[in-house]
């Protein structure tokens, strides 16, 4: 699929459709003005502000100057785009090539990655010949099979494989690096000290640097051998375990955010007038998503129970087995993990772009628009919970969410 806002426009034909391609304009314009975020990889953003920086061109995201100026974004498949892949996918990967980097509003082409036909849309509009040789391709791919574009994971990820683009692409404000690694930093240090013993005593900020880098990986060697683990099993399991800490991290700072984001979406009054329809979803679409974020919460917190469970096995109780095991098999439950605080980050920062946008343009949301942004909460929230596995683990640790009466 190669779509275009113009193109968009013949294909809805309707009565609906002037929203519909008001809304493609509109949310295109939105992803300029947004930051990068576990949902949206910007480029085109890093392309506005940088392109004029003597070095922009020193260690490029992708080769391809197309693609080194695209937005890539994670992208709940809609009903009439499930045909674009085999099987039951939901949540894709998709590429935006802006006509004008300059005013989005005029309009992009989109490619799923991986979709039917990736190959040959990827030599038509991306210009890539060598497709199967091509290191943006292998980017892509991995990009798609990541849970979410959240700038720790795909840095961490592309360091695994030898990419190491500049840091303009991928930034990490320092407040969130000093925020996590001050979180981090007792839980990698009680790690080591089981690996390495006492001597390793005081030197938590130390080691919770370096859950940035693949220093780590070296210092847990020790533990590698205790697990009789290969290489490579050894390596993919600490990649688990330092996105589990990530999320960790993450899952407890969503939950002041997701307060506020309930607060406000119960209370929001959107100006002007509204047919019937819109009022009648809007009413409806409030306790949904209430819910349907406190059941995120939940799920969430019991993925992290399964390792805080492991974790403290290994290190009160001198049980390695559960932590080898959470090793082996941890890269699944991260995905699981991935998606759930990726959907989760996504609803509170695109609630706070849009009502901090409100605020200073003293514009409130009209009543279709306040609807559409409801609507791609829910439309994240329903894949959550599509064919998913339940978890079951209720140990204390967090504080459960709370999920409404009615």
Not at 92 to 103: A, E, N
Not at 132 to 153: E, V, W
Not at 223 to 234: A, C, I, V
Request: positive net charge.
């Amino acid at each position: 699929m190669v779509s275009t806002a113009r193109r968009n426009y013949k294909m809805t034909r309707g009565p609906d459709q002037a929203n519909r391609v008001i809304r493609e304009y509109r949310n295109l314009a939105n992803l300029g003005q947004t930051a990068a975020s576990t949902r949206v990889l910007n480029l085109s953003r890093v392309y506005r502000l940088h392109h004029k920086d003597e070095d922009y061109g020193d260690n490029p995201f992708f080769q391809s100057s197309l693609l080194n100026r695209c937005i890539i974004l994670k992208h709940t498949l809609r009903l009439n785009e499930r045909h674009f892949y085999h099987g039951t996918r939901r949540t894709v990967t998709k590429i935006i090539l802006p006509y004008d980097h300059f005013d989005l509003r005029l309009g992009a082409s989109s490619i799923f990655i991986n979709q039917i036909g990736f190959e040959q849309l990827a030599r038509d509009y991306l210009s890539i010949s060598d497709f199967d040789k091509n290191p943006d391709i292998k980017i892509l791919r991995r990009l798609d099979q990541l849970p979410s574009l959240d700038p720790f994971l795909v840095r961490e990820t592309l360091a695994r494989n030898g990419h190491r683009p500049a840091g303009i692409y991928l930034r990490l404000s320092p407040a969130d690096l000093s925020r996590m690694m001050q979180f981090t930093s007792s839980e990698i240090e009680r790690l080591v000290n089981t690996a390495l013993g006492d001597h390793y005593v005081g030197a938590s900020m130390k080691l919770g640097n370096k859950i940035l880098s693949d220093q780590l990986d070296r210092e847990l060697w020790p533990l590698k051998e205790t697990f009789r683990m290969s290489d490579t099993e050894f390596a993919e399991g600490v990649f688990a375990w330092r996105g589990f800490l990530y999320y960790k991290w993450r899952y407890l700072e969503l939950q002041d955010r997701l307060r506020e984001v309930l607060a406000g979406i119960g209370t929001y009054q959107p100006f002007g007038v509204s047919d019937e329809r819109v009022t009648d979803y809007i009413l409806s679409a409030r306790l949904r998503l209430a819910r349907g974020m406190a059941r995120a919460l939940n799920q969430a917190y019991d993925v992290l129970k399964i390792y805080d469970m492991a974790y403290a096995d290994l290190v009160s109780h001198n049980k390695p087995g559960p932590f080898k095991r959470f090793l082996l098999n941890g890269s699944g439950l991260f995905t699981e993990l991935g998606e759930i605080i990726g959907t989760l980050d996504h609803i509170a920062a695109f609630w706070s772009f849009r009502m901090n946008r409100a605020i200073q343009s003293g514009k409130p949301m009209k009543p279709v628009e306040y609807a559409d942004v409801l609507m791609d909460f829910e439309s994240g929230l329903n894949y959550l919970f599509e064919d998913r596995p339940s978890f079951s683990v209720t140990t204390s640790g967090f504080l459960r969410a709370s999920i409404p009466a009615g």
